[in-house]
């Protein structure tokens, strides 16, 4: 065995249990500040990513000087038509039996072209919207409307992938408006 002159760090103060230079007494609650800073910064950096999706998202408006000072217009919207050319999908989305053959002939003696009246894939449709594919058919989709109580109008190109360019979607509240 090697014999090495003594140095520094031979010399241990009393009490202490760890021997080499690299190693000093742990301090009691070291563990506890440690834990105190991680939980600060995971609260910190969980608020900036918060703050950050919410702001990606347009929820948030840090401008102050972006309200607006006189009231907004409408959008303009097309005028109602009837478009002789397109046919018109009628869909029962209530319990109701019978309801879209009857709204049917409610647009046919309109002069509106029906297509296909059939049921819905659900049942529980509480609004009746009319739905156009493009956004050329808007005014067809109002006039649609127009014959309908309680109708509104979305542009959905869903159904236009299907080939329907106009569809009508029965709702209860349809249901109710032509019982009474």
Same mark, same amino acid.
């Given at each position: 065995?090697?014999?090495?002159?003594?140095d520094?760090?031979?010399?241990?103060?009393?009490?202490? /249990?760890?021997?080499?230079?690299?190693?000093?007494?742990?301090?009691?609650?070291r563990?506890?500040?440690?834990?105190?800073?991680?939980?600060?910064?995971?609260v910190?950096?969980?608020?900036?990513?918060?703050?950050?999706?919410?702001?990606?998202?347009?929820?948030? /408006?840090?401008?102050?000087?972006?309200?607006p000072?006189?009231?907004?217009?409408?959008?303009?919207?097309?005028?109602?038509?009837?478009?002789?050319?397109?046919?018109?999908?009628?869909?029962?989305?209530?319990?109701?039996?019978?309801?879209?053959?009857?709204?049917?002939?409610?647009?046919?003696?309109?002069?509106?072209?029906?297509?296909?009246?059939?049921?819905?894939?659900?049942?529980?449709?509480?609004?009746?919207?009319?739905?156009?594919?493009?956004?050329?058919?808007?005014?067809?989709?109002?006039?649609v409307?127009?014959?309908?109580?309680e109708?509104?109008?979305?542009?959905?190109?869903?159904?236009?992938?299907?080939?329907?360019?106009?569809?009508?979607?029965?709702?209860?509240?349809?249901?109710?408006?032509?019982?009474?």
């Amino acid at each position: 065995m090697q014999k090495f002159p003594r140095d520094r760090f031979d010399s241990i103060p009393h009490g202490m /249990d760890r021997v080499g230079a690299h190693r000093a007494p742990a301090r009691r609650g070291r563990r506890w500040v440690t834990f105190a800073w991680a939980a600060l910064a995971t609260v910190v950096l969980a608020g900036a990513g918060i703050a950050a999706v919410a702001a990606y998202n347009q929820r948030l /408006d840090f401008d102050d000087t972006a309200l607006p000072t006189a009231p907004a217009s409408a959008v303009p919207t097309a005028e109602p038509t009837l478009a002789p050319d397109v046919t018109v999908a009628v869909l029962n989305g209530t319990t109701t039996s019978g309801l879209a053959a009857r709204a049917g002939e409610v647009l046919t003696a309109a002069g509106v072209p029906v297509g296909i009246t059939t049921n819905a894939d659900r049942s529980d449709i509480e609004q009746t919207v009319v739905y156009y594919a493009s956004a050329d058919l808007e005014g067809a989709a109002r006039g649609v409307a127009q014959q309908l109580p309680e109708a509104e109008v979305r542009l959905s190109e869903e159904f236009g992938e299907e080939g329907m360019q106009l569809v009508v979607v029965l709702g209860a509240d349809y249901a109710d408006a032509v019982a009474e």
